[in-house]
C-alpha cells in the first residue's frame, strides 16, 4: 500500500497475512479490517503515513496520469494485429512501442525510459 490508500503504513500481504510491523494479521485481527482506512478499532501498532508522505504520493500519481494523458494521445486509434513504435511526447527521449493485440485490439505499450509510461489494456 502507499501513501495515498490511506491504509497502515505497515499493511503487506505478500502470500502470508504477516504486516511489516510482524503482526499476524488474520490471528490478532481476523482479517484486514484494522489495516484499512479509518478502521473501527485500529491494530496498536498502527502507523499512518504523514502529511508530506501523502502529499508526495499525489504529487507522483499526478506527474504519471499527466504522462498517460500525453502518451495515449499519441499512440495511434486501436487498430487489431498492428504495432509499431512513437517517440515519447512525455519523456521527449525515449521512444514508445507498443502493440495492439491481433485478437481483441487490446494495447499493450511502454516507453523505453524507466518508469515514464507503460500500458496494458
Ligand atoms: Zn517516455
Not at 482479517?31 to 504529487?59: G, H, I, S, Y
Not at 521527449?92 to 487490446?106: A, C, L, Q
Amino acid at each position: 500500500m502507499s501513501a495515498k490508500s490511506g491504509h497502515c503504513r505497515h499493511y503487506a500481504y505478500e502470500g502470508r497475512m504477516i504486516c511489516r510491523a510482524g503482526v499476524d494479521i488474520g490471528k490478532v485481527h481476523g482479517n484486514a479490517l484494522a489495516c484499512l482506512p479509518n478502521p473501527k478499532r485500529p491494530c496498536d501498532q498502527r502507523e499512518e503515513f504523514t502529511a508530506e508522505e501523502v502529499e508526495a504520493e499525489n504529487v507522483r500519481w499526478k506527474a504519471i496520469f499527466e504522462r498517460m494523458v500525453l502518451c495515449l494521445a499519441a499512440l495511434p486509434g486501436a487498430m487489431p494485429g498492428t504495432s509499431g513504435h512513437i517517440d515519447c511526447p512525455a519523456c521527449k527521449t525515449g521512444r514508445i512501442d507498443y502493440v495492439f493485440s491481433p485478437g481483441n485490439g487490446h494495447c499493450h505499450a511502454r516507453c523505453t525510459t524507466p518508469e515514464c509510461f507503460e500500458m496494458h489494456q
